[in-house]
């Protein structure tokens, strides 16, 4: 009687367990973003479309000082992601371009090379470098909050799709922090021991102030 009256429980715990999960929780952009995502359309009103998205079909503009492009698909730009815990982009890399120095807070990334010669490198934090030239068919995974890069090695465009763990990665690049914002000059200097200079010019190229 003891054991009949636990397996009920526990498919009774299974089934409230169950009852409590949500297929999926489609992003209404009519309402506020949090912390957790957005937050969830009524599901009468979710289609197929929701759970499709083109927007990575074009490649994107490589037209300026990096050569490089990033098209993102997060929960921000693509609906049925939301609340899933993956996302993904699109890096176009015309020759010479470059994805400078940057971390994803929230993800850890998955690239992988469709077409050209990409290298492609992260640090520890240890401070051990990781560095490998990357072909078409090639996979490298850059671990989560880590510094890491890409850079067109060769002679072509190049393009890579990058998978993360998260809806929604964030995103720091290293050379914006210090020389795209206002952090005063006197301070980079003395916290990188960058020469004034150097710090100055970076500042004037990538338009930063202080």
């Given amino acids: 009687m003891k054991m009949i009256v636990a397996i009920s429980f526990i498919f009774s715990l299974l089934s409230l367990s169950h009852a409590s999960v949500a297929d999926f929780c489609v992003a209404d952009y009519n309402l506020p973003n949090g912390p957790a995502g957005y937050s969830c359309k009524t599901p009468s009103k979710v289609t197929e479309n929701d759970f499709a ?13 990096i050569k490089a492009a990033v098209t993102p698909a997060f929960d921000a730009q693509f609906a049925g992601l939301n609340g899933l815990g993956i996302s993904l ?38 401070n051990t470098v990781y560095i490998k030239t990357l072909y078409k068919g090639d996979v490298m995974v850059f671990p ?52 004034a200079a150097v710090v100055k010019k970076l500042k004037g190229v990538l338009g930063g102030s202080g």
């Fill in 144 to 195: 989560q909050g880590l510094l890491h890069f890409q850079i067109n090695s060769g002679g072509s465009n190049a393009l890579a799709f990058v998978s993360f763990s998260s809806a929604n990665p964030g995103l720091q690049i290293l050379d914006f922090a210090l020389f795209k914002s206002d952090f005063p000059t006197e301070l980079i200097t003395a916290t990188t021991f960058i020469d």
């Fill in 89 to 126: 982009a699109r890096l176009d890399l015309a020759a010479g371009g470059v994805i400078p120095l940057h971390t994803h807070p929230g993800a850890s990334e998955v690239l992988v090379v469709i077409q050209g010669t990409i290298c492609a490198g992260f640090v520890s934090s240890a």
């Fill in 53 to 65: 998205y083109h927007g990575l079909a074009a490649a994107g503009n490589t037209s300026n000082i």
